[in-house]
């Protein structure tokens, strides 16, 4: 079976923190470090970031190309058209969908979830975190572990059918949202992690993430989703400082 094309997707605008998928974190642009630790998971075969194509993201593509990141850009909008039409000229089958605001994305997660993908009859599949609110039989991970691994097929289905504008926005609503047609599967955590949130919204959340890699990263070193929760178990007042 093929190994899937991850497609990261990063715009600069954001009506809560504009420009944060360039904040600098550890030295380095906090996309920098989504694409290098996505690079880090054994079952990916390429790394691709989907951007929109206005002038706004003029920097984030600059970006790509300063740092030999492969690129495709498309409507601001209609993420579910960038998205299909990066897996179209990636050949993409399956691809898994990252989001830009999760620095502390864990490629050992990631291999995880492709092998759910792999070993099982489904159209797609998504990591439970954070706010996930459906029936689950064991627990969430962290908000900002997001990560979601679907086949072509479904993606261009979608991409054919899809009319509701949420639906063009958030590039797989249309699909987890019909369960009856589609075989959709949930990752689970042993215990339920829910309560962290290691996205990137606020400011808070960007000073929280550069706490974190200001004690566990070393330069080069993926550190791994375990490290982070022990650390936040340990140091709960890291939390608490952002959050005041």
């Not at 996930?132 to 261009?156: H, I, T, W």
């Not at 178990?233 to 005041?244: G, K, M, N, W």
């Amino acid at each position: 079976m093929r190994q899937p094309v991850a497609i990261i997707q990063a715009r600069m605008g954001s009506s809560r923190l504009a420009g944060k998928v360039l904040a600098t974190v550890a030295g380095r642009p906090m996309l920098w470090h989504v694409v290098e630790r996505v690079r880090t998971a054994q079952s990916v075969a390429q790394v691709v970031v989907a951007t929109p194509d206005g002038e706004k993201d003029a920097p984030l593509r600059k970006f790509c190309e300063d740092y030999g990141i492969e690129l495709v850009a498309g409507s601001e909008t209609d993420v579910l058209d960038r998205y299909y039409r990066a897996a179209v000229q990636y050949d993409a089958d399956p691809l898994l969908r990252i989001t830009a605001d999760c620095p502390l994305v864990d490629p050992e997660l990631v291999d995880r979830l492709v092998r759910m993908y792999q070993q099982g009859d489904w159209d797609y599949v998504a990591v439970a975190a954070g706010t996930d609110a459906q029936q689950l039989p064991n627990g969430r991970y962290p908000d900002g572990l997001d990560a979601e691994c679907l086949s072509f097929a479904v993606l261009k289905q979608a991409w054919q059918e899809a009319t509701d504008p949420l639906d063009r926005e958030h590039a797989t609503r249309f699909i987890w949202r019909q369960k009856d047609r589609f075989r959709c599967g949930r990752l689970t955590s042993p215990q339920d992690l829910g309560h962290l949130r290691l996205t990137v919204d606020y400011p808070g959340d960007l000073e929280l993430i550069r706490k974190i890699y200001s004690v566990l990263y070393r330069d080069g070193e993926v550190f791994p989703l375990s490290g982070v929760v022990k650390l936040l178990h340990e140091r709960a007042d890291l939390i608490t400082q952002v959050s005041e």
